[in-house]
């Protein structure tokens, strides 16, 4: 400052954290996306079925395990059966209501979270869903078609309980007495 106490420099620093940020984006990306699929993972689900549970918002889980997968799997190899999971992904999610979500829950299981649907509305996804999967999926050459076992989870006034109701959709799709067409 000069004698009058007015400035007569200013020092500053810039940096540019543009990289930084990309970064950051990337990392919370992969750790709550499925790598191979590009889906939500589970711990995303979780979180987002957390939420609707604690807004008290009526809806229904679904749980899709995907039949004899290991057969697809000896058939097309590990990157044919890894772009039939992708093609999974984008088969299913391409028939959710707008407001469905639609995340990888393991290996060859998803998770669906979905507005409140009747039992009969249920039942019509379902089938839209196993049509689309025994569609051909094709990986050099050869091809396969799938088949699901797929059960819904209501969830109950005041749950607040998203693993548990995540295990009655699992459950459900255990018990579906679904047999394949062919």
């Known amino acids: 400052r000069n ?3 007015e400035a007569q420099r200013l020092v500053g620093l810039q940096a540019d ?6 970064r950051d984006e990337a ?3 992969e750790a709550f996306h499925d790598h191979l699929t590009g889906l939500p993972n589970r711990a995303l689900f979780l979180d987002r079925l957390s939420g609707e549970l604690a807004n008290g918002l009526p809806l229904v889980v679904g749980f899709l395990d995907l039949t004899q997968f290991s057969a697809v799997n000896e058939k097309l ?6 772009q039939v999971l992708a093609e999974v992904g984008v088969r299913v999610a391409g ?3 707008p407001e469905g979500f639609l995340a990888r829950h393991g290996s060859d299981e998803f998770a669906l979270l979905l507005p409140k649907l009747s039992a009969e509305e249920c039942e019509a996804l379902a ?3 196993r049509s689309r999967l ?3 999926f094709a990986h050099q050459g050869k091809q396969v078609s799938l088949d699901c076992r797929l059960g819904f ?3 109950e006034a005041g749950e607040r309980e998203p693993e548990a109701l995540i295990q009655r959709a699992s459950q459900a799709a255990i018990e579906e007495t679904h047999e394949p067409d062919s």
């Open 77 to 82: 190899g590990t990157r044919g059966a890894d």
């Open 95 to 97: 028939v959710l209501p």
């Open 153 to 155: 989870a209501f969830a």
């Open 127 to 129: 089938g839209l869903i």
């Open 27 to 29: 990392l919370l990306f």
């Open 134 to 136: 025994q569609a051909p």
């Open 17 to 22: 954290i543009h990289a930084d940020k990309e």
């Open 3 to 5: 004698e009058h106490g």
